[in-house]
Nanobody
């Protein structure tokens, strides 16, 4: 059973930066597509960024040029570097692992406010 644990969220001022981490258990991490989603109160969950097992990255238009997704297969970890944060980036950020099945983490809260 895969478990995903996110960390790195918190309160940051507009224009600031945060780096989120998601550590996965199990042995399929390097074969998996890893994604970051976010969900704000009253809104649907939306894809932020994804990275395939081969390293191909895709981003939602609203984060292009500000966020960077990366992975370290040796550490079973996927990262989301978030720069130039805006109040509208406030949400719970969740990690998803996809390989034959889909696994979700519990999420980490990101609040962008002055």
């Amino acid at each position: 059973q895969v478990q995903l644990v996110e960390s790195g969220g918190g309160l940051v001022q507009p224009g600031g930066s945060l780096r989120l981490s998601c550590v996965a258990s199990g042995s399929i991490f390097s074969l998996s597509t890893m994604s970051w989603y976010r969900q704000a109160p009253g809104k649907q969950r939306e894809l932020v960024a994804m990275i395939t097992s081969g390293g191909t990255r895709n981003y939602a238009d609203f984060v292009k040029g500000r966020f960077t997704i990366s992975r370290d297969n040796a550490k079973n970890t996927v990262y989301l570097q978030m720069n130039s944060l805006k109040p509208e980036d406030t949400a719970v950020y969740l990690c998803k692992q996809t390989f034959r099945n889909v696994y979700w983490g519990q999420g980490t809260q990101v609040t962008v406010s002055s």
